[in-house]
């Protein structure tokens, strides 16, 4: 390159400028999925204490009928699927079965 030919100059500096602008781009879209990782998490952790709670509550309170059981269960896939809206399968396969097992259990169900 010679001294004399400022464009070439120039078309390296452009090139820099946008190589700066997309990395900040990858950074901010990095920055973006770390969030809404952490945001996943935050309700999967919600929906696990969540299930806690209302199998604990099944299996301990002296006093709950078989309705208030089934309403419970239902209030539950209903946060579920209001926290995670397509994964109702998944559900079905994770918590239905527990829930289902603890009121056989507790209430005598076939």
Excluded: C
């Excluded at 990395?23 to 996943?40: A, F, I, R």
């Excluded at 209302?54 to 009928?65: E, F």
């Amino acid at each position: 390159m010679d001294i004399g030919e400022p464009g070439n100059r120039d078309d390296h500096s452009f090139s820099g400028v946008e190589k700066n602008e997309a990395s900040q781009s990858e950074l901010q879209d990095d920055e973006l999925q770390k969030g809404e990782l952490q945001e996943e998490a935050r309700r999967i952790r919600r929906l696990q204490v969540l299930i806690s709670m209302v199998s604990s509550v099944i299996s301990q309170d002296p006093n709950l009928t078989v309705e208030e059981a089934s309403e419970l269960a239902a209030g539950a896939k209903r946060a579920a699927l209001a926290m995670f809206p397509d994964k109702e399968l998944a559900y079905d396969l994770l918590y239905k079965p527990r829930l289902q097992r603890l009121m056989t259990e507790r209430f005598r169900l076939q």
